[in-house]
């Protein structure tokens, strides 16, 4: 009988030890979690096509996704710009990248801040290569599909506290200046390319009579 009874009693011990370990995992598990993910919100971004449409802006939701695969891929909060893209799977992450520029004066001050250009990278995408984005928001000279320009907001240079990004609505009349400038810089470079050269042809064909 008293075996019995030492029996019982290490059973009732048992299940009091096995129901207080499942109310400690079932209220962790309540908890909310000290850094909870950002709600998605809209943003004003500027979409550029890689084909023949002009440059303008779209609205689109931000998404948790992180940006790339490698570890601590900031900002794991970005417009989702994936309806204009033809990524599936993996790829979703393997060929997006994103890079940020400090536009300063470029060319106006009143909306100088950092703005973050999101393209894909890669002929494996098998969308076709932008040759429409300006060279100061250009991180690589070779992009692919529809690029999009995002500005951060100011607040903490554009991350929150808890590791995400923050945007401010893009405002269109100042990228379509940057896209001008742009388009006189790329022209003036060229002339000089061209000055260059025919100096370098009337020297040489200079040398070439005096010889």
């Known amino acids: 009988m008293a075996v019995i009874n030492a029996y019982v009693i290490m059973i009732m011990i048992f299940i009091y030890l096995v129901s207080t370990l499942l ?10 979690s000290p850094n909870p993910g950002p709600e998605s919100v809209q943003v004003l971004v500027y979409r550029i096509p ?5 440059p303008h802006p779209v609205r689109l939701p931000t998404t948790s996704e992180p940006v790339a695969v490698y570890p ?35 060319p106006i001050e009143n909306d100088d801040g950092l703005y973050m250009t999101i393209y894909c990278w890669g002929t494996e995408s098998g969308m076709r290569q932008n040759h429409n984005v300006p060279k100061i928001l250009r991180p690589i000279e070779v992009m ?12 903490q240079c554009g991350c ?36 260059w050269g025919i100096r370098r042809a009337g020297r040489y064909k200079s040398t070439a009579q005096s010889t």
Request: hydrophobic share 35%.
């Open 144 to 155: 692919y599909g529809d690029v999009f320009i995002a500005k951060l907001s100011h607040r």
């Open 72 to 106: 601590g891929a900031f900002p794991a909060h970005i417009p989702d710009v994936f309806r204009y893209w033809t990524l599936r799977g993996v790829d979703r992450l393997l060929y997006r990248d994103w890079t940020v520029t400090q536009l300063k004066s470029y």
């Open 160 to 195: 929150s506290g808890h590791g995400w990004a923050e945007y401010a609505d893009v405002q269109q009349y100042y990228l379509q200046r940057v896209f001008e400038k742009d388009r006189v810089m790329a022209r003036v470079e060229q002339e000089m390319k061209n000055e």
């Open 23 to 32: 109310r400690s995992c079932l209220d962790i598990m309540r908890k909310p």
């Open 50 to 54: 890689s084909g023949e449409g002009a």
